[in-house]
């Protein structure tokens, strides 16, 4: 079962614009997660927040998490066409020990045109 | 370094049959994670192993099974398919712990 929900579905922007996607859970976490992937290819990672932290950078990514409200976003800055793919946050459960059980949104599917 | 490999990358089967996917993890890591993803969908845990043994498996049925080799490889093994099983199988693999998963490019099963 999916663990929450993205949002938006898909996301169309220009070049030089910024890119915003939500991401909600419903169970109490160690550790959110963004991957990233390509026309149905492998995901890769991109950026982890443990629950104890509230902000993260990464080059041009910002992620927040919101626990109190089970919330997460992950910002792209300065989009370009290259960061045209499908966006997903999975979550870690806390307490849990099977540390690559990861639990998967939907995904936002970004189109960033030229 | 070696990146996460599956094999084979397409495979067609018919409802009933029995298939066993590949999945070599990147150097260095011992845990190896089997992921389904359906068609417009996020992907699904199915099980993880570490040191050879199964350490935690998502909601599939027991026809879902798998092996980790001491070299850290790993199969999927599906029996009695179904046409529900047809999705694009991942295979990640980690240093453990809450390292991050680097996942493999998958394998596209059709089941007719």
């Known amino acids: 079962s999916q663990q929450g929900e993205e949002d938006p579905q898909a996301l169309s922007i220009q070049e030089g614009e910024n890119a915003t996607m939500n991401c909600s859970y419903k169970?109490?976490?160690?550790?959110l997660q963004w991957y990233r992937q390509n026309s149905g290819r492998g995901l890769v990672h991109l950026i982890l927040?443990?629950?104890?932290?509230r902000e993260k950078h990464s080059g041009r990514l910002r992620v927040t998490l919101d626990t109190s409200k089970k919330s997460s976003s992950l910002l792209i800055t300065a989009s370009r066409a290259a960061d045209t793919a499908s966006y997903f946050c999975?979550?870690?459960?806390?307490?849990?020990?099977?540390?690559?059980?990861?639990?998967f949104g939907q995904g936002t599917i970004l189109t960033v045109h030229p | 370094e070696t990146g996460v490999t599956q094999s084979p990358t397409h495979l067609i089967k018919t409802r009933g049959q029995q298939v066993t996917l590949r999945c070599s993890s990147q150097?260095?890591?011992?845990?190896v994670s089997w992921y389904q993803q359906a068609l417009g969908q996020g992907p699904q845990f199915i099980f993880q192993?570490?040191?050879?043994?199964?350490?935690g498996r998502g909601n599939f049925p027991p026809r879902f099974s798998g092996l980790q080799f001491p070299n850290y490889s790993s199969e999927l093994n599906v029996n009695a398919l179904e046409l529900d099983d047809s999705a694009l199988y991942l295979c990640?693999?980690?240093?453990?712990?809450?390292?991050?998963?680097?996942f493999g490019n998958g394998t596209r099963l059709t089941v007719t």
């Open positions: 192993y570490y040191r050879e043994e199964e350490n």
């Open positions: 927040i443990r629950s104890n932290e």
């Open positions: 990640a693999s980690s240093l453990g712990g809450w390292s991050p998963l680097h």
């Open positions: 150097s260095g890591h011992n845990t």
């Open positions: 169970t109490s976490i160690n550790n």
């Open positions: 999975a979550t870690a459960d806390a307490g849990g020990t099977s540390y690559g059980k990861l639990t």
